[in-house]
């Protein structure tokens, strides 16, 4: 299935998809690894680094963006983010990593109805164009 998306950082990711059932904070939310132990959210312990993360959206803080500029210079952020609509906190993270490290991970909005078909535990690849803000 090819779906279109609106790109908010470019790039090109691939990995095993993982659909996220609450929004996710990457600070507090992640660890230095891409676990997430936000004890609350529903896929506490679930391991994010290199797998495409499939969610509606980030949960704040805007720390968020300094987190996942991290984990992506250190290899332990998502092969790629797919978002049912922006969020510029995860795509800040995203194009920081860009301009500091030269790394990339995909951000993308996939609008309804198309977002909840994209399935679970399947390889995904995620090819976006660079975007000017």
Known sequence: MRVAARALAGGAGEGVSIRLSAPLSFW???DSRGRIVDAHHPQCGADLAGRVVVMESGRGSSSSSSVLAEQIRSNAAPAAIV???P???VAVGAIVARELYGLDVPIVVVPSPHHEQI???VLVRVEATAVMW
């Open 28 to 30: 507090g939310g992640t």
């Open 83 to 85: 978002l049912a609509r």
């Open 87 to 89: 969020d510029a906190i």
């Open 119 to 121: 399935p679970a535990g």
